[in-house]
């Protein structure tokens, strides 16, 4: 495999990508040991999208992904398409911007699932440093089911001045901390947010600690000291989402929670 293509594998994330992106998929390898609905599926999706399958046998599969649960589907994807930037993102929302910031996250299983959250609860774009970070692994991939080619995955250079930037076109950087004053459930932000979490067990850096407006804890009203960086993904977005989903149903126009209550 060329510098220029990287592999994506399983049904979700395959899928996801032919119906998203499919010119980047250059081709898809199957099991052609496998002829069951889910194959007879990706292969008409395929077939729509003018996508080239090469059946395969298995051995051939485990080479290509040593050690991965690919499901019996492997594709190549081209990686010399443009570079979406967050100005790409947030120049073509027709809503405030919900991001999500994820500060020197490590584990590619933790990275995946924060993806797929972000999918689910309609985040916009998810920002990371490109060092110091996991990156947008074969793993990570897999493990977002899908998610990783329909969200905006926006690596940046300094973290920290790109947490400038989007307070420069009005975003709310909120970053959660264990040891915050304000609880999660009490706290007032914009409607405009990025919410910001750290890193296994370090939690945020200093530097972009001090960049946020607002920091808040999750309550923790059990034994546990901490929750997974995706779980508390999910607490902190879909709780921005009920309050814009609130907001609507009362006739609110945006940006009515201006974080100073």
């Not at 390898?29 to 999706?45: E, F, K, P, S, T």
């Not at 080239?52 to 010399?80: E, S, W």
């Not at 890193?199 to 997974?228: F, H, K, W, Y």
Request: with cysteine.
């Amino acid at each position: 495999m060329s510098q220029q293509s990287r592999l994506i594998f399983g049904f979700h994330a395959t899928l996801a990508k032919l119906r998203h992106d499919p010119g980047a998929i250059r081709e898809i390898y199957v099991d052609a040991g496998r002829h069951d609905a889910r194959v007879r599926d990706l292969v008409r999706h395929a077939e729509f999208a003018t996508v080239r399958v090469l059946p395969v046998d298995a051995a051939r599969l485990a080479a290509m992904a040593p050690g991965a649960r690919h499901q019996g589907v492997i594709a190549t994807v081209d990686t010399t398409q443009r570079h979406v930037t967050l100005d790409d993102v947030l120049d073509t929302l027709g809503e405030p911007a919900l991001l999500l910031v994820l500060d020197g996250i490590q584990d590619p299983h933790n990275l995946g699932a924060c993806l797929r959250v972000a999918d689910a609860v309609g985040a916009h774009a998810v920002v990371a440093p490109k060092d110091r970070a996991v990156g947008l692994t074969q793993t990570a991939v897999k493990v977002a089911s899908g998610a990783a080619e329909t969200v905006p995955y926006i690596t940046v250079t300094n973290l920290a001045r790109s947490l400038r930037e989007m307070k420069e076109r009005g975003i709310w950087i909120v970053g959660t901390d264990a040891d915050a004053p304000d609880d999660l459930y009490r706290a007032q932000w914009p409607t405009a947010c990025a919410w910001v979490l750290g890193a296994e067990g370090d939690g945020l850096r200093r530097l972009t600690r001090e960049t946020c407006d607002q920091l808040v804890n999750i309550p923790m009203l059990g034994s546990v000291a901490s929750l997974n960086v995706s779980v508390a993904t999910g607490v902190c977005l879909y709780e921005a989402r009920r309050r814009r989903a609130g907001q609507q149903a009362a006739g609110d126009g945006p940006g009515i929670d201006d974080g100073k209550k």
